[in-house]
């Protein structure tokens, strides 16, 4: 059976759990600064990436959105910052993930998580949810100083689950993450979480579906 290696933040945890606390600082504005909070926190951590540098992706998310903040003219302080980005440690899981991580282990596949945060933070927002207990690994990117989709990220993980690239599956809501990781031979399963499109112009996914549960029955005794 595959193993299927799991992104955390917008695949199997719910960022509306922000929307609460970036209402309470930023009012009618806090849709359009979490989106572009988001987006820019992703494309920042791909260029350091790229240009050879690195930071714990909490302490690039607290910069990226100070500066977004500021970019749009709204004020926002340091322990403002800090609170928000600390949210990220109690989202919810999307409804469909405890069902569909029991459907993946039921049919023979070990599922892991993968995610770009740090370690300590990865450990806890699993724990917040129950799926700790769920997984058989987390991993972050911490070890290789490299942020997701860098290629030295899936080498990583291949290595410490003792796997092959072609025995791998990345499940992400991002078309960047399934991309990298077969760039690297592995296969992928894309969730297509509301907002979520996948770019034309990358690599297909191996498998594609509206939610985790879809996408293991889609998957089934994949090899």
């Not at 960022?15 to 600082?25: I, Q, R, S």
Request: charged fraction near 20%.
């Amino acid at each position: 059976m595959a193993t299927i290696v799991c992104d955390v933040n917008e695949t199997l945890l719910d960022l509306a759990g922000l929307d609460g606390p970036f209402t309470e600082v930023f009012s009618e504005r806090a849709e359009e600064v979490k989106r572009l909070w988001f987006a820019r926190l992703l494309h920042t951590s791909t260029v350091m990436t790229t240009v050879g540098t690195w930071q714990d992706f909490g302490v690039v998310a607290r910069t990226v959105l100070r500066d977004t903040a500021e970019r749009l003219g709204l004020p926002l302080g340091d322990a403002q910052a800090g609170d928000l980005v600390g949210g990220m440690r109690r989202l919810r899981a999307h409804p469909d993930v405890v069902d569909g991580i029991t459907a993946l282990a039921g049919a023979g596949h070990r599922v892991v998580a993968l995610t770009n945060s740090g370690q300590a933070t990865a450990e806890a927002q699993l724990a917040h949810v129950g799926l700790d207990v769920q997984l058989d690994r987390i991993l972050s990117v911490d070890p290789t100083l490299r942020f997701k989709p860098d290629p030295a990220v899936y080498a990583h993980a291949a290595d410490e689950l003792g796997a092959t690239p072609g025995d791998l599956v990345m499940v992400a809501a991002h078309d960047w993450d399934c991309a990298g990781a077969m760039r690297c031979g592995w296969r992928a399963g894309f969730v297509s979480r509301p907002g979520q499109t996948y770019n034309p112009l990358l690599q297909p996914p191996t498998w594609r579906a509206p939610d985790l549960l879809a996408l293991a029955s889609a998957i089934g005794d994949a090899r």
